[in-house]
């Protein structure tokens, strides 16, 4: 199979925490399967990027922190990137970021990688 570029939109968040590791999995495997992978976080999802936040979260008692999803992810090359929207509706700034995060985007840069992709996931 050829090499293809994967876009994986997040935007579920804390309230939710049993959506919240499937999509770092996915874009880890999508990367390792030698694939670009991206990851835009949106609405809720901006907040598993907050600092504090994915280090207190499990998907499921017992399980293995959000956090620890994040930076296997990040280690495998998943880029990831907030809304600059969902920022605003948190309050939010760069500065309330994890380091792992590489930016903040866009809806034109969104909508593009979106166009583009090879594969679109939501969570």
């Known amino acids: 199979m050829d090499e293809g570029n994967v876009v994986v939109f997040v935007t579920s968040g804390p309230e939710t925490p049993e959506r919240c590791a499937t999509p770092f999995y996915m874009a880890n495997i999508a990367a390792a399967m030698d694939n670009e992978a991206e990851m835009i976080f949106q609405i809720n999802g901006v907040l598993l990027l907050k600092k504090g936040v994915a280090e207190q979260m499990v998907a499921k008692e017992g399980g293995k922190k959000i956090i620890d999803f994040i930076r296997e992810a990040k280690e495998a090359g998943v880029e990831m990137k907030v809304c600059s929207a969902a ?3 948190h309050d939010m700034t760069e500065d309330d970021l994890i380091e792992e995060c590489d930016g ?3 809806a034109a ?8 992709a090879s594969l679109v996931l939501c969570y």
């Open 87 to 89: 920022l605003q509706l």
């Open 109 to 116: 840069y969104m909508t593009d990688q979106g166009l583009d």
């Open 104 to 106: 903040v985007v866009g």
